[in-house]
């Protein structure tokens, strides 16, 4: 009796761009990529699907599936699509922080760009060769930084999800308040100003949200800057961990 093994799953990047049956290729995985981001630039996550791709290329599903195996292939091209536009030609500075700050910068735009970046699944090991470019360079910038590979991994893990958190408030700041968030905003206002919580009157007063800014943009990223500093500053402060220079 034969035995069926099944087959381990491969990543879209060790793949041929197409299967190796069937015509001559009419596309690209590159024209496949840039027709999902099209998509879910317009609508969303949920707007990709295979089918729907297809459709934006004028073809039939079952031509895409020589080039990807499904959607999970789309996605993956997707998100290293985008991280392709993260600039990583900016010269490092020396100073990890001030350099982990513009590339959280840089970061942060793209993805406001790209707001169907932020309903993607997070996975560890989510990264193309766009991906590895960028976690390549983030190392680069920490290499002044006496802190362990794994460290130095768990930080700049740490600085993405800030980023995204950031970047979904920076999204949900563009629209216009709902009734319910005018509601919850004027209740903590007088919660806060009766007396029973005054140290949280006191953090209130002079933040942004309670003055109006000359330069809302501005006044934004000026607040993203002082968060990720001061959350780099604890990241990379010296540790149990940290290598202990020699006394030889």
């Known amino acids: 009796m034969r035995v069926l093994v099944a087959e381990e799953p491969v990543v879209v990047w060790e793949r041929p761009e197409r299967g190796a049956r069937g015509p001559a290729p009419e596309r690209s995985r590159g024209q496949i990529t840039r027709a999902a981001v099209r998509l879910a630039d317009a609508g969303g996550l949920a707007s990709v699907s295979v089918r729907q791709v297809a459709k934006e290329l004028g073809t039939g599903p079952a031509s895409l599936y020589r080039y990807v195996a499904g959607r999970d292939d789309l996605v993956d091209l997707m998100v290293d699509a985008a991280t392709g536009e993260i600039d990583l030609t900016v010269a490092l500075t020396g100073d990890p922080v001030t350099d982990l700050v513009a590339l959280a910068t840089r ?17 560890a090991m989510r990264v193309g060769p766009c991906g590895l470019d960028y976690l390549e360079f983030a190392l680069g910038a920490l290499a002044p930084v006496r802190m362990t590979g794994p460290a130095k991994l768990e930080a700049v893990a740490v600085l993405n999800a800030l980023v995204a958190m950031v970047s979904r408030a920076a999204l949900q700041s563009f629209r216009s308040p709902s009734a319910r968030q005018s509601a919850q905003a004027a209740y903590l206002a007088t919660a806060a100003g009766k007396g029973a919580h005054p140290l949280l ?21 000026d607040l993203f800057e002082r968060v990720i500093r001061r959350v780099l500053a604890g990241l990379l402060a010296p540790g149990p961990e940290s290598p202990r220079p020699s006394q030889g």
């Open 201 to 221: 009157a006191q953090a209130l007063t002079g933040h942004p949200e309670a003055r109006p800014a000359a330069d809302p943009a501005q006044d934004a990223q």
């Open 107 to 123: 970061t942060r735009e793209v993805q406001l760009r790209h707001p169907w970046l932020l309903e993607v699944t997070p996975e």
